[in-house]
Structures are given as C-alpha cells and as structure tokens.
C-alpha cells in the first residue's frame, strides 16, 4: 500500500487479512468509509503480484461499475509506466497479462469468461441479485477464485442480507465498519459535517442508520418500499445530459420550488411499454422561474419528441401559465397539487413501479427520497402525503408527474355508450332491409 500512497486504517488493515486469508469475503460499511478505495487498491495488488488471472467487476448500474475501474486508473499513475497498458474507462490491462474487467450487470454476460476473482460493487441495491450470484459463483468454479461483496444496507430481500444473517453464508468473512469507527483520526469522516447530517436527517432516522450505521432499516407508511425501488433498477441506464440531442417518444414532469424546495424537471422515455427515467435535473434553490423555464424550454427544443410537460402550478399558478405560453412551450399542461391530486398521481406512479414498467438509473439519491415519501389514511378514506422535516420530495413528484403524464385518459362514459347506441341503431335499420327484401322475394 505505501506504493499507490495511502496508509490503511484499522478496519481496512482487517479486510486485507481478510482477503489474503478467505476466499468469500463481505463488507457492510458506512458511506464515505473508503471501502472503494482499499478494495481498488486489493484488486490492482493481486493482480500486479498473480500473472495472467481476470478479475471482473459488477455493480447496480454500469456507471457505477465503472467507478472503480476510474479508482484503479488513478493508482496506476503512481507505478512504473512498464506496468500496465493504456487505460481505458472499462477495463485495466496490465503488462504481465493480468486484466481487471467491468462487467454489465447481466448473468448472461458474466458466464462467459473465466475469472480468479469477481467483486460485486453495492450488492445490495443490484435487482436480480439472485440469478446474477449464481453466474458468479460459476464463473469461479474452474479457477477455485474468491467473491467479495460490498454494500451499505438497503433491503432485506437479498442475498446481501442472508450473507451476513443466514447460516448458509457462515463461511463468509464479515467486516461491519459505522461511523463512529470511521471519525477522524481513526477514517475520513469528520465530526462537524456528520452532526449537521445528523441533524438534518432526524425525521429520517432510518436513513441515518441504514447509511452511517450501516444498518438494515426501513421507516413504516412509506408509499415505496426499498424491494419496489430496486426491482425498478435498470442497471443500463443513464442519465441523458442537458447537451445530448435525444430522439424518441418523451413525458415529462416538472415540479416548482424556490425557497425551501427545490425545482426538479424530470423526463421518461415511453419505449415497448416501458418508462426509462431519462433525465433527472434538480435545480438550486433559489433559481428564478424564468431559468427553470429556460432549460424545460431549450430541453424541449433539443429532444424530439417531448409530448407532454405537466407542471405542478400550485402557488403559482397563473404567472407560471402565462410565461410557458409567452416562451412557446405549448406542450405543457398545468396541475395543481390537491390531496385528491397528489393520491392520484402517486397511485399510478406505485401502479406503474409495481408493474415493472418503469426503470430507473442508478442513483442513490434518487433512491433515498423515493423512498422517503410517507402517507396516512384520512378518516374519510383518502390518502395523505408527507415527508419527514429536513428531508425533500421534489424528486418523487418530479417522477410521479412525468409518469402520470404518459397516461392515456379513458374515454368518457357517454361517448361510448352513443356509440353503442349508434351501432344498435345500424344493426337495427339492416335488420329491417332484410326483412322488407325478403318480402318482396330479394334473395341478395
């Protein structure tokens, strides 16, 4: 480790033994403990010191996959340039044959090669994560290779959770690292900035514990479970930047804030009876209305085609209407927040969610405030929503709009019933042709 530069700390130090004496291996760490960083620096040493093995890397989304092989690149540049070929964004080549892959979250992709070790980056939050152990463990089978897995907790539905729960995974080396043995001069995280969190996050304890803690936890009445929102992860997306010119069939949704809130513009790309969360923006608070507009407006100009903008008006009402009209953005539609609204929009984002047709990007914060949102039954049988103090849902409605913006109102009751009516009379009238021919001796 005094090679790539950094000096390992106690909880570190253990799973390095870990790794040097076990061949299934399972870290349960808070955020920002550095667990990316010592495992890059795990993989890259048994690479350089074992010639000619493949190690492969998955994660939740190929973006996050990718992050570790960015870890490994920036220790290359602190070893002799004979060592490793050019590095490239998937993968790390190094001069005595050994090569360190990332890997598309695919149990098809991940039969095929032969790999020394597979690591699982955020085990916890991949959605297929039974099919995708299973090809990993076979993968190993003809090297007699080892499995790491790191994750911070997120729900109980998991091979993650059996591991460190379940008899079956004893053979598992655990590390489980909080917060508390993370603090500085112990780990990176520093007191200060952790007792604002804490504080900001003390209607959301159980997002305190699952992240810092690195505990299994769930709040009650939340309006999406955390098993619902990782069923949802499509380990191939990726946000769409502002820049990109995308082509396809779009529906968005934005929702206003400005003081307390944030504004939050979200865009679904509707695609074989799918919705792809494409574009995710939330906006700084403070940001004028009319910036907000801008980048809806020139979004809207770039993608062909958004058909819909539904905006949430409330508050603003008549102001917001106007200044879409006047910038040309005639794709918008206004909805104001009412209980009876707001229950509607979120039933059929769950409805949508629960149907497996909306698919969502990797992102933890995304994640979180989905899972964030509460609700309770009034006494006259409706549902309410909230979300705890110190926390936002700008997000979730964002999404709840863009998703209720794809729906296709059913026709109204009359104009099917005057149909119906319609065809009766038609049939009617024949009926009686026929009689009135058969009368008259007409064989037709």
Request: hydrophobic share 35%; charged share 25%.
């Amino acid at each position: 480790m005094e090679t790539l530069g950094f000096n390992p700390t106690t909880y570190q130090a253990e799973i390095i033994r870990q790794f040097q004496t076990s061949q299934f291996i399972a870290a349960r760490w808070a955020r920002q403990t550095g667990k990316s960083h010592i495992i890059s620096a795990l993989l890259l040493h048994y690479a350089l010191t074992n010639p000619n093995i493949n190690i492969g890397i998955v994660g939740p989304s190929w973006r996050q996959t990718k992050l570790i092989i960015k870890h490994i690149n920036a220790f290359l540049q602190k070893l002799p340039k004979t060592a490793y070929k050019k590095p490239q964004k998937t993968a790390v080549a190094l001069t005595n044959g050994s090569t360190i892959e990332a890997y598309p979250n695919n149990p098809e992709t991940i039969r095929g090669p032969k790999l020394h070790i597979v690591y699982a980056d955020e085990f916890n939050f991949i959605p297929n994560d039974e099919e995708l152990y299973d090809a990993m463990l076979f993968t190993l089978g003809t090297t007699n290779g080892k499995f790491i897995c790191t994750s911070t907790p997120w729900h109980t539905n998991s091979i993650f959770h059996k591991i460190f729960h379940d008899q079956t995974y004893a053979d598992y080396a655990k590390t489980h690292v909080t917060w508390q043995q993370a603090l500085e001069p112990a780990g990176p995280l520093k007191q200060q900035i952790l007792n604002r969190i804490k504080h900001q996050l003390e209607g959301d304890p159980a997002r305190w514990k699952r992240e810092m803690e690195a505990e299994w936890a769930e709040n009650e009445n939340v309006w999406l479970p955390q098993a619902l929102i990782t069923d949802c992860i499509d380990h191939t997306l990726e946000y769409a930047s502002f820049e990109e010119t995308q082509g396809g069939d779009f529906y968005a949704g934005l929702d206003l804030g400005k003081h307390r809130d944030h504004s939050v513009l979200a865009i679904v790309k509707a695609e074989n009876n799918a919705l792809k969360l494409t574009h995710m923006h939330r906006f700084p608070l403070e940001t004028p209305y009319a910036s907000v507009i801008g980048y809806a407006k020139t979004i809207n100009d770039r993608w062909q085609k958004i058909h819909k903008i539904l905006v949430d008006c409330s508050g603003v009402g008549d102001y917001i209407t106007e200044d879409r009209t006047n910038t040309g953005l005639t794709n918008t539609e206004p909805a104001k927040f009412t209980q009876e609204t707001k229950q509607q929009m979120a039933q059929w984002l769950k409805q949508t969610m629960t149907e497996k047709r909306l698919k969502i990007p990797y992102d933890s914060n995304l994640i979180a405030e989905l899972n964030t949102e509460r609700y309770e039954l009034t006494k006259d049988g409706k549902t309410r929503f909230n979300h705890p103090e110190g926390t936002h849902d700008d997000q979730f409605w964002a999404l709840a709009l863009a998703a209720y913006a794809t729906r296709t109102e059913p026709a109204p009751q009359l104009w099917i019933v005057a149909k119906a009516n319609t065809g009766r009379t038609r049939l009617q009238k024949i009926r009686q042709q026929l009689r009135i021919h058969r009368t008259q001796g007409d064989t037709r």
